[in-house]
């Protein structure tokens, strides 16, 4: 299965952008990136979710390189209750992925300060 | 309104008892899921269900029997709970089991804690 690499831990200054990194070397053609988060204590939230080009949601950007081998998230304003793990999970299209499960790794933890 | 519902919230039991957990969601999604988050806060699959059909068991052991009595609920039975099993469980759903885009909505989790 194709494996993600993100920072262990981010800091961000409230009401100023972050960008989250993951690396995703051995991406598929056919894998699509999906972001989820888990703020503390709550079971993990999908966040957004792309295959090729950026895409856009009320809660974040995604920005995916011409290669699709990274891609980054972005908050355009980090509020204290972004503070969360976030976690960059690649879901292979069937048959390779027979049960549709997410497959995590250890996410980034973003810790945002006022 | 909540969308996945897991009861209880907080579970403290004796090493080898036998428990339960519930979990229920009203999305109208036909696929379910368990995971278990270790001390350690990786989240595994252990189990994945579509219409009420178990379609993956990712080497979960035998004391764990989940039931599925409709699409709604995906019940979690642990016989014989053993200090390894203190995590919490997540309860999920999606629509569409072919479909790798439908986001899962997670539930609150269940704190399991095996004395």
């Known amino acids: 299965d194709a494996k993600t690499t993100q920072p262990n831990s981010m800091e961000s200054n409230e009401e100023e952008p972050v960008h989250l990194p993951c690396n995703h070397s051995t991406i598929s053609g056919t894998d699509y990136i999906h972001w989820y988060r888990q703020l503390p204590s709550q079971g993990p939230e999908y966040v957004i979710h792309?295959?090729?080009s950026n895409v856009n949601n009320r809660m974040a950007s995604l920005a995916i390189a011409e290669d699709r081998k990274s891609s980054t998230l972005i908050l355009h304003r980090a509020t204290l209750r972004d503070a969360a793990v976030y976690y960059c999970?690649?879901?292979?299209?069937?048959?390779?992925?027979?049960?549709?499960?997410?497959?995590f790794g250890g996410g980034t933890r973003l810790m945002v300060k006022p | 309104d909540t969308a996945v519902s897991q009861t209880p919230k907080y579970l403290v039991t004796q090493m080898g008892n036998d428990k339960s957990i519930k979990c229920e969601q009203n999305l109208g999604h036909d696929t379910m899921y368990w995971y278990k988050q270790d001390s350690k806060k990786f989240l595994k699959i252990m189990f994945s269900?579509?219409?009420?059909?178990?379609?993956i068991n990712e080497t979960v052991p035998n004391r764990f029997s989940p039931k599925s009595p409709d699409k709604a609920h995906l019940n979690l039975h642990i016989n014989s709970l053993e200090l390894g099993d203190s995590a919490v469980y997540f309860c999920?759903?999606?629509?569409?089991?072919?479909?790798?885009?439908?986001?899962?909505?997670f539930g609150d989790g269940t704190r399991l804690s095996i004395l």
């Open positions: 999920a759903s999606s629509q569409g089991l072919l479909d790798p885009i439908q986001p899962q909505h």
């Open positions: 999970i690649l879901r292979p299209s069937l048959p390779h992925n027979a049960g549709n499960m997410l497959t």
């Open positions: 269900y579509n219409n009420k059909e178990l379609i």
């Open positions: 792309g295959l090729t």
